[in-house]
């Protein structure tokens, strides 16, 4: 306005297109927790927590919660309003927080990762925060449940300085190969003289690898050195982790791997017929003789 008469009044103000509308600000973060200490193993269940937190300033609506797995299979989910992936959260407070508990089994041997994202409707002024891949994750050592059974095949009796065969099977139930297996066998009683299969020629022996299922059959003969039990134990151990490791040898207490030589038995002195018929014959005459003596007298 001014001092002088305006001709047009109309245009003295303007009031049109000069406003509009704020739209909420949430500041949406996620913070995810491996909660299984390491080592880790082919087929292992682990547990994540992943924490999804409203920083404000205004409530957040429709969060959406992505989990991508890297060698891992997502076996549950679970929290107020998240029970798989992708989920929604409805909304958050500003303040407010959602704690949602995962459980996954690792897939094989290796690196393995997860990482989750978050966002919602509202305008998010730190976009930083909206991804959690570090820490997530983990490495694998391989896993293999190595088998030693051993077998006397030589059936008894025995006796001192026999010679005995024993049947020393290795096998691999996985879940992954067998590397640098090493066999070992320790004899009680008995002298190893020969060890007899595609790669054992002698304990300690080394097999580089033994894939998933297979088998090494060792032939292992002995003599026995001296009178009393006999015993052949083997063991076998690989580099991966063995998840049983009670069966990593065969010690004889099945009573498969040894036997007993029974001591020399002292034979007690006979007599001859002839040598028996003269003491009968002693005896009678030392009789009659004093059957006579007491008549006289």
Not at 123 to 146: C, I, M, Q, Y
Request: with cysteine; charged share 15%.
């Amino acid at each position: 306005s001014a001092d002088e008469t305006d001709p047009d009044t109309s245009n003295n103000e303007d009031d049109d297109g000069n406003g509009g509308n704020a739209g909420g600000s949430a500041d949406v973060a996620v913070v995810k927790t491996l909660d299984t200490a390491a080592p880790f193993t082919n087929g292992q269940t682990i547990q994540y927590t992943i924490t999804v937190t409203n920083n404000g300033p205004d409530a957040a609506t429709n969060i959406n919660v992505v989990d991508t797995p890297t060698n891992l299979t997502i076996t549950s989910v679970s929290s107020t309003n998240c029970s798989a992936f992708p989920c929604t959260i409805p909304s958050l407070a500003d303040g407010a927080s959602e704690v949602i508990t995962v459980m996954a089994t690792i897939d094989s041997s290796g690196a393995f990762d997860n990482v989750v994202t978050v966002s919602a409707d509202e305008s998010d002024p730190d976009t930083t925060n909206n991804e959690d891949d570090d820490n997530n994750g983990g490495d694998t050592r391989p896993l293999a449940d190595v088998i030693v059974t051993k077998e006397i095949t030589s059936p008894g009796p025995y006796e001192v300085g026999q010679t005995v065969s024993f049947a020393v099977v290795v096998r691999n139930d996985g879940p992954d190969i067998a590397n640098n297996v090493v066999i070992s066998d320790v004899p009680t009683n008995l002298t190893i003289v020969s060890v007899n299969s595609p790669n054992c020629s002698a304990f300690d022996c080394v097999l580089s690898s033994l894939a998933v299922g297979s088998t090494e059959t060792i032939t292992v003969t002995a003599t026995i050195d001296a009178e009393g039990t006999f015993v052949n134990a083997a063991a076998a151990s690989a580099d991966e982790i063995d998840p049983e490791p009670d069966n990593n040898d065969d010690n004889g207490s099945d009573g498969n791997n040894g036997g007993n030589v029974p001591g020399s038995v002292q034979q007690v002195p006979t007599l001859s017929v002839w040598a028996l018929l003269l003491l009968i014959a002693v005896m009678l005459l030392t009789l009659i003789n004093n059957n006579l003596r007491r008549r006289i007298h």
